[in-house]
């Protein structure tokens, strides 16, 4: 492939980066950030990716962008719009074709994120990666392909069902995985203690064996090492790489092996924690757009 314009839109930064793949070599140059929009409309945030574009002018050969949410269509929108805000179903395919006429692709930040590290394994078929962090998400591989879905939704495996008698979700489901183990889960119930805190200092006294800590944090990894298995089960999945600020904590992964370790050796992929921090958005939107089927 040429140069890609690879730009990752979180919540709090967009970051963009030229792009070059050769085979499983990443070169990743020109790295550029900005803030995201705060209370941002259609007009700050189409501002701010045509600033980007013009920093970028005449280096690159294609446009791929990854975002958080559910692209559907060249539309941005989410399982629950209310945490897009007034960017809730915008026109992110149209307003980036006003800007240049590079060829454009399009993702979700976790898919994107899947891309990346899957680029970083040896030759396996079907791989996961499931992100542990504020929410839980993740992206799929399946025969050396990003599954993404009729309708962009594949992969958002943090709404898959942990406890029918849980929490609420955002999504309006009760009980999803991400309703039990994501930081935000993790943060409420430490909230309610009679020391509360938040989620890194769970964590401190979680590895100082402080009883409440462990059961909240064994809670998580508990609910992530069955999500794990049915993956497995149902996707036939080789392997799986864990990150997000939780998946990655001191002592996380160990908890989820533990819960893993109970269940039939069926149900037990090989368990890796992610390889790329802050460029994975960008590598895995330019994998995708060397990868995907183009229509």
């Not at 559910?70 to 929108?77: A, E, N, Q, S």
């Not at 050796?265 to 995708?288: F, K, N």
Request: charged fraction near 20%.
């Amino acid at each position: 492939m040429g140069v890609c314009l690879a730009i990752d839109i979180g919540g709090t930064k967009i970051a963009a980066a030229l792009v070059r793949l050769v085979g499983k070599h990443v070169e990743v140059s020109e790295r550029m950030q900005i803030r995201t929009p705060q209370n941002p409309d259609a007009e700050a945030l189409e501002k701010a990716l045509s600033d980007v574009l013009k920093h970028f002018a005449e280096q690159f050969d294609t446009v791929s962008v990854a975002s958080t949410g559910i692209i559907r269509d060249g539309i941005l929108t989410a399982l629950n719009p209310k945490n897009l805000g007034n960017l809730a179903f915008f026109p992110l395919y149209e307003t980036l074709r006003k800007k240049t006429d590079k060829p454009i692709t399009l993702l979700n930040d976790a898919q994107a994120a899947a891309c990346a590290e899957y680029l970083a394994q040896d030759d396996i078929e079907n791989f996961a990666f499931i992100t542990v962090s504020t929410g839980v998400g993740g992206g799929i591989i399946l025969n050396r392909r990003l599954f993404t879905g009729t309708n962009g939704v594949a992969g958002h495996i943090g709404h898959s069902l942990a406890d029918p008698n849980g929490e609420a979700c955002g999504c309006g489901r009760v009980g999803c995985v991400e309703a039990v183990a994501a930081g935000r889960a993790i943060a409420r119930e430490a909230a309610k203690w009679q020391s509360p805190c938040e989620p890194p200092e769970v964590f401190e006294r979680f590895r100082a064996g402080e009883a409440q800590a462990v059961a909240l944090v064994d809670k998580s990894a508990k609910a992530i090492a069955n999500l794990i298995a049915d993956l497995t089960i149902n996707l036939d999945i080789q392997r799986i790489a864990l990150g997000g600020s939780v998946g990655l904590a001191q002592g996380y992964l160990g908890r989820v092996e533990h819960f893993l370790a109970q269940l039939p050796a069926i149900y037990r992929p090989q368990i890796v924690l992610a390889h790329y921090a802050q460029d994975a958005g960008l590598i895995g939107a330019a994998w995708w757009a060397a990868n995907c089927e183009k229509p």
